[in-house]
């Protein structure tokens, strides 16, 4: 089982809102992430937990606030965004750090920012 | 930097035929390749990978790439393309600090 679940599917809010995506694995994976992809373009990489620990921010702006509660959970807080933030955001998982490992993708979350 | 480039936006081929997905990259040292498909609206589902050992390797739903070290390739391959095999399909490379770095993808277009 690959299997990485994001969950809204779908998600409107206005720019004074506050928001989370969530993302859950139980594949005992020790990496997860956060990527955001436009339309028609690659997913481009927002953040890292290794080992539940943050261990790369790619100089995301500080609306985007990550979270790992524990080993299966991943958290995107959502706040104050702007209409340019809309994209699907996708949550991956890796069983390590390890280059030749595999990482696995989560059916994304459709975020509109009205 | 580890990087990929994929030279084609739009690939199309009749069902049935063979098709290739062009993927070149650049790395310094090792390099780990990954084939990902992404269908329309959904996310990204990994197809295959090169880390050593056997440079043809052998994916999901009938795909493989050829790993040609001194072309500094990765080409996607199908022997016969199937409609259901559109998609959108990105190249990636492994790079240091956990990172995958995806090239700007290629439009498979299958017509019957």
């Known amino acids: 089982d690959t299997e990485v679940t994001q969950t809204p599917k779908h998600l409107v809010m206005g720019m004074t809102n506050k928001k989370s995506l969530k993302c859950e694995q139980h594949m005992g994976h020790r990496a997860m992430y956060w990527y955001k992809q436009k339309a028609k373009k690659p997913p481009e990489l927002m953040f890292v937990?290794?080992?539940?620990?943050?261990?790369i921010n790619e100089s995301v702006p500080s609306r985007f606030s990550p979270e790992c509660p524990n080993s299966s959970l991943l958290n995107l807080h959502l706040h104050a965004l702007q209409p340019e933030d809309s994209a699907l955001y996708l949550c991956?998982?890796?069983?390590?750090?390890?280059?030749?490992?595999?990482?696995?993708f989560g059916e994304g979350s459709w975020l509109t920012v009205v | 930097a580890q990087s990929v480039a994929q030279p084609e936006d739009q690939v199309n081929v009749a069902e049935g035929n063979p098709l290739t997905v062009k993927c070149t990259y650049s790395v310094s040292g090792n390099p780990y390749l990954f084939w990902y498909v992404q269908y329309p609206n959904r996310g990204l589902q990994f197809l295959l990978k090169?880390?050593?050992?056997?440079?043809l390797v052998k994916g999901s739903y009938g795909f493989e790439a050829e790993f040609n070290k001194s072309q500094t390739s990765f080409h996607l391959k199908k022997p016969s393309a199937l409609v259901s095999d559109s998609a959108l399909y990105f190249c990636?490379?492994?790079?240091?600090?956990?990172?995958?770095?995806f090239g700007t993808g290629t439009r498979l277009q299958v017509f019957p």
């Open positions: 990636a490379v492994r790079d240091y600090g956990d990172k995958l770095i």
């Open positions: 937990y290794s080992y539940e620990k943050l261990s």
């Open positions: 090169y880390i050593t050992g056997d440079n």
């Open positions: 991956a998982s890796c069983p390590d750090g390890n280059s030749g490992n595999t990482i696995y």
